[in-house]
């Protein structure tokens, strides 16, 4: 019995450090060793695009200086008016540049009389060159007014002959010069702002506004009855040489024509009004 | 007898359970964790590379290395390009290696893990001429 026992009870040690070590080898068969394995696919990497390139603004080209324009109370541009040698006809080739005044006369309602004043150098007999250049300057309001459709009432014409030159005829480039038509505003709307600044905060502010026709230069005959056209004998003295130009010019200063303004006023500039 | 041979056979189980974490991951769990740790470098991987291609425009291609993960805190170590897989220039593979030594996956394993892992580099077209 005993025997039988020890047996059983020796059969059951054996069995119990069976599964012992067998709980001890798979603890240990967990920890440690080692696990291998690859990654599944490939990281990309992409390298990060370069910034584009800021597009190109094409700088805008700085704007040409208008051919005609309404500045100081006269039209101003560089270009010559073209004549016949001796003779008050318009060449062909000034048709472009009376059509550029004529519209800087027409987008300027606020010019209500314009003088068109013609000038020649001191070259050959006054008389001749004085009737010449108004001759001229009849011509040029008769284009504006036929071929243009300029309103003739705003129009004026004269001509000075060499009396107003603007360089000493001591030499042909003197000359030419004398040589012009001016468009001179003789008469335009003005306005006049009263304005009163609050003396604590500085701020401007109207009080009154008042549009009146200022006169700047004085004008002959009206121009309906100047604008005829007219051809100078080729018998008379040459104040002009052939294909003769007559230049545009400074015009005589204009501020002096200004009326002074109130000293509360602001007066707007005559060709435009201030806003 | 029998009271010796039990608490030897328990002070054994103890002994292993103390000395081991039992967080034994499987061959796929070990790799997807960690990817998932490598993945979270891959931005700095990139600005590596974008330095690269300022003084070696076009350099590109593949980089592979071996690391081992260690057991006691999941670090990635002994990072080494096999260069056999490698085409990408030194410098390319160096933002690998540089980026991932030291990463850790978490918890450790209880097994050291053996992984071997790919970067695909492509540098930006150049602009075409026309």
Known sequence: ?275 | MKSILSVAMIAGCISSAVGCSYAARSPENYRDDTQAALASKNDAIRACYDGVLKSAPGAQGAVTVNFEVETEHGTIGKVEVDKAATTAPEAVAECVTKNIAGLAIAPPDARTGQGTFSWNFAAPKAPSKS
């Open chain 1, 1 to 275: 019995m005993l025997s039988r026992f020890r047996n059983c009870n020796l059969h059951s040690l054996v069995s119990t450090s069976l599964g012992v070590i067998a709980l001890s080898s798979l603890g240990l068969a967990g920890c440690g060793g080692v696990t291998t394995f690859a990654g599944s696919s490939a990281f990309a990497i992409a390298a990060t695009p370069p910034p584009a390139p800021a597009p190109v603004v094409a700088k805008p080209e700085p704007k040409p200086a208008p051919r005609v324009e309404l500045r100081d109370n006269k039209i101003e541009f560089k270009e010559k008016i073209q004549f016949e040698a001796n003779k008050a006809v318009i060449k062909p080739a000034s048709d472009a540049l009376l059509h550029d005044i004529a519209e800087v006369i027409k987008k300027n309602p606020q010019v209500k009389k314009l003088s068109i004043e013609g000038h020649a150098s001191a070259e050959g007999d006054a008389k001749r060159n004085k009737t010449l250049s108004e001759q001229r300057a009849k011509a040029v309001l008769e284009h504006l007014v036929k071929k243009e459709g300029v309103d003739g009432a705003r129009l004026a014409s004269r001509g000075w002959g060499s009396e107003k030159g603007i360089a000493p005829n001591d030499s042909e480039d003197n000359r030419e010069k004398n040589r012009r038509v001016e468009f001179l505003v003789a008469e335009a709307d003005v306005t006049v702002k009263k304005v009163e600044i609050d003396p604590t905060s500085g701020k401007e502010s109207i009080v009154e506004t008042k549009t009146e026709a200022l006169k700047l230069v004085d004008t002959p005959a009206p121009a309906s009855n100047a604008a005829k056209p007219v051809e100078s004998s080729s018998k008379a003295a040459p104040a002009a040489k052939a294909g003769e130009p007559a230049k545009a010019a400074a015009a005589p200063k204009a501020a002096a024509a200004k009326p002074s303004a109130p000293a509360t006023a602001k007066p707007a500039t005559p060709a435009q009004e201030k806003k």
